[in-house]
Nanobody, 116 residues
């Protein structure tokens, strides 16, 4: 059974940083493409960053250059380092595991609030 658990969210001031973690279990993590998505209040869930098994990385324009994604296969964990946070980054952040078989798994999310 695949499980994804996000952590690291919280309240931060504009311009600050947070590092989100997503710990995976129940899957051969090193083979998985992992991605981060976010859902702001009243809006749809949007893709923001992806890291493949190679690893290669891909970013939405809204976070490119600010939110590097990385992975540690020895820890079965993917990270999202969030720098230069803005109030518009306020959202619940979710990680997703792409099994490569057309099945996607989601964590329950971790909330991030950017406010002074």
């Amino acid at each position: 059974q695949v499980q994804l658990v996000e952590s690291g969210g919280g309240l931060v001031q504009p311009g600050g940083s947070l590092r989100l973690s997503c710990a995976a279990s129940g899957f051969t993590f090193s083979r998985a493409t992992m991605s981060w998505h976010r859902q702001a209040p009243g809006k749809a869930r949007d893709f923001i960053a992806r890291i493949t098994s190679v690893p290669s990385t891909y970013y939405d324009a809204s976070v490119k250059g600010r939110f590097p994604v990385s992975r540690d296969n020895s820890e079965n964990t993917v990270y999202l380092q969030m720098n230069g946070l803005k109030p518009e980054d306020t959202a619940v952040y979710y990680c997703q595991l792409d099994s490569g078989d057309g099945i996607f798994y989601w964590g329950k999310g971790t909330p991030v609030t950017v406010s002074s």
